[in-house]
């Protein structure tokens, strides 16, 4: 069959969905109750959106809620394997899951402050890494005043433990 006699909509390419932050195999996936608060709001913008889609453009509308649908079944994906993990169960004296950590790194002349969140939690900007982080892995289960080597590139630095809050 010729080209020619295909529908122009049978040609469009499928919309790409961004995928979420990677979850590596086998681990499981912890989040702070704010950070599962946070993925049921997702979840209820993606659906307020989905129902609020214009439909006077038929082609726009199947385009905008197969992203949507796609979206949100990425997230109820998260939100169905989400393990919360309540801050005031974590050992108050060790490095855990959700703990605000202060930490002399020293390649650094500050200390830097940041809490240990889940995957789709984890926000640089905000002070939040993910548990699954190489920095997170090398200071897990330390004490204050406890350090750790961590590779970082050709060179070992040492990490200092200086205060854990929860």
Partial sequence: MSRGFVKESD????????????LPAGVDNYVTPAGLQALQSE????????SALPTNNEDEHRRATTVLDGKLALLNGRISTARPIKLSDQPADEVRF????????????????????????????????????????????????????????????KLEVLGIEY
């Fill in 98 to 157: 959700g703990a605000t950590v202060t930490l002399k790194n020293s390649g650094m002349k500050k200390p830097q402050t940041f809490q240990i969140v889940g995957v789709d939690e984890a926000n640089v900007k905000e002070g939040k890494l993910a548990f699954t982080a190489p920095i997170v892995r090398a200071i897990t289960g330390l004490y204050a005043g406890e350090t750790a080597d961590f590779q970082l590139g050709g060179e070992v630095r």
């Fill in 11 to 22: 040609q469009e390419e499928l919309p790409i969905i961004p995928p979420r932050a990677p």
């Fill in 43 to 50: 979840k209820s913008g993606l659906e307020a959106e989905k």
